[in-house]
């Protein structure tokens, strides 16, 4: 191939609009295009799957007999929408009102957390309301539940807007990337005390320890540290971040169903002139002279001013960066890279409803603690899961064929990694179905779903090997890396890589973290990065 003509072809597009290639349509790099365009970049996304969201999917799938009525459908990924103003401002960037795009609607109760022997809490969109249940579930409780959530208000006062929004070399520079290029050694020292005064040196699960008594409500706050692949003994206090949010900022949901959103930021990116194209496989990022000028693409070279890589950041610098472009990122560096926890995803279409069921309902376990050991030490599917059911049903009939529901279920598995009692990987091909029967076993003799089993007239799980195979996903964790320990949690792979100009990264493996929100805010900061970085070499 004669690289001098696409090169030159490169060049061209140089001297009139840049071009930034974005890897990858999950929210994240559909955050990054929309944001480019917004910005008169010429912007082309590739991904391989036939539609666009990444783990941000849906399964459609009709009633096997009453072919007549609507569809069930599931958001296979996530399920919660929270800081929505994070949505608000991301189709602001692109000129529009979000109200135009994506009604949502406050969810209350937020969550319901359930055990065996019929005890019950729920968190809720109004403090008050959560602080009366909580007074009511373990009165000794209130003042250090008063406690905790102010620990948790204090990081995102300090730490919070900040830290999401710019990357770690933005927030030294003190310009929020607006592109001065200077330190700012005030900025710095701020940065250097913030750490102190968050907890970044902390554990989650002693400051919950500290602050509540109850171990059932120890437990139901162990469970924050798993929404970004942690374990709650390994992450830093900083975590407690993680319920604040959810309480003050409120959870949300999408009628029509979350999958909605990928839906809107499609529409938006295509209205701003994104050229998208699904069902192609990147197979490297081209490297050249320490820069990265493109892609191979089915085969063929396709030159651009930068690349914007939303594929998990592990998987992408194993798969598609050249080792010898990596010298500071070698195999055994990624290997040696924690990917966190997974789980079993199990979508059941059944005939009839559980009223008893909230749009969230996580059944605890007898035992939490083991649950978590399962997943993060001995990488063994735990005997007794804590297991999480969202039916959206509860919010939106239209998700279901009539007098039926959709039960989206989750329950913790570890990685695809060594590192079982028995020092194999587990083999999903057997375990999944295995994993599948238990679950709806327990969900129908523990749980109350009377009659699950022959009420289900569709079915479909995903393992971990599944979200490896579909999503690349690193280890097939759901987060790609886990926030345990201090490196995790602050220091995950780059926003920019400094080893290859024009190289950036968006997703939930790469700063500020795995979750809707953060994912958008990555593809900000990816966008932000490259428009800098592409008016400098335009210039």
Not at 149 to 167: I, P, Q, R
Not at 290 to 315: H, P
Not at 419 to 446: C, F, H, N, Q, S
Request: aromatic fraction near 8%; charge should be positive.
């Amino acid at each position: 191939m004669n690289l001098s003509i696409h090169r030159a072809k490169s060049q061209g597009s140089r001297q009139s609009t840049p071009h930034v290639i974005v890897i990858g349509g999950g929210v994240g790099g559909l955050a990054a295009a929309v944001r480019l365009a917004a910005k008169n970049v010429r912007v082309t996304l590739l991904e391989k799957q036939p539609t666009l969201g990444g783990k941000l999917n849906q399964w459609i799938v009709p009633h096997p007999t009453r072919t007549d009525d609507r569809p069930f459908r599931f958001d296979t990924g996530p399920s919660l929408i929270t800081l929505p103003f994070v949505f608000k401002d991301l189709f602001e960037a692109a000129g529009r009102d979000v109200r135009d795009y994506l009604p949502i609607v406050k969810l209350d109760p937020i969550s319901r957390f359930q055990w065996a022997d019929g005890q019950s809490l729920e968190f809720h969109s109004d403090p008050v309301k959560t602080e009366a249940a909580i007074a009511k579930f373990s009165p000794g409780d209130v003042a250090g539940w008063r406690k905790f959530f102010a620990y948790g208000k204090n990081v995102w006062d300090l730490a919070g807007e900040t830290f999401l929004a710019n990357s770690p070399e933005q927030m030294i520079r003190g310009d929020g990337g607006a592109g001065s290029g200077g330190f700012d050694p005030l900025a710095g020292l701020r940065m250097l005390s913030v750490p102190l005064r968050i907890g970044m040196f902390r554990k989650f699960a002693p400051l919950v320890d500290r602050h509540i008594k109850s171990p059932r409500l120890r437990e139901v706050l162990y469970q924050y540290a798993t929404y970004s692949g942690a374990s709650p003994f390994l992450c830093p206090a900083t975590l407690a971040v993680i319920p604040y949010c959810e309480m003050h900022f409120c959870g949300w949901y999408i009628p029509g169903g979350l999958y909605t959103l990928a839906s809107a930021l499609e529409r938006v990116a295509r209205e701003l002139g994104v050229e998208i194209r699904t069902g192609v496989s990147v197979s490297r990022i081209v490297v050249e002279n320490g820069r990265a000028t493109g892609v191979e693409v089915d085969g063929k070279m396709e030159f651009a001013d930068a690349v914007v890589c939303n594929a998990d950041a592990v998987w992408a610098m194993r798969n598609l960066i050249d080792a010898k472009d990596r010298p500071h990122k070698t195999d055994a560096k990624l290997d040696a890279i924690d990917p966190g926890g997974s789980g079993l995803i199990l979508c059941l279409g059944v005939e009839g409803t559980y009223p008893q069921l909230a749009h969230h309902t996580k059944f605890m376990p007898a035992d939490y603690a083991s649950d978590l050991r399962a997943m993060f030490e001995t990488r063994q599917v735990p005997e007794d899961p804590c297991i999480y059911v969202c039916a959206s049903t509860r919010t939106d009939s239209t998700q279901a064929p009539s007098g039926c529901e959709n039960l989206f279920v989750l329950a913790s598995a570890p990685p695809l990694m060594k590192g079982t009692a028995k020092g194999l990987m587990l083999d999903w091909e057997v375990e999944g179905p295995k994993y599948e029967k238990r679950l709806i076993e327990t969900l129908e003799t523990k749980w109350g779903l009377t009659d699950l089993s022959k009420r289900i007239v569709v079915r479909r799980h995903w393992t971990p090997g599944d979200l490896a195979r579909d999503y690349n996903a690193n280890a097939g964790a759901i987060y790609g890396i886990s926030s345990n320990g201090i490196k995790n949690a602050f220091l995950r792979p780059a926003n920019k890589e400094k080893r290859i100009a024009g190289l950036f990264f968006a997703g939930g493996s790469t700063h500020p973290g795995g979750g809707l929100p953060l994912v958008a805010l990555s593809g900000k900061i990816a966008a932000g990065l490259a428009l800098e970085y592409v008016a400098k070499e335009v210039d």
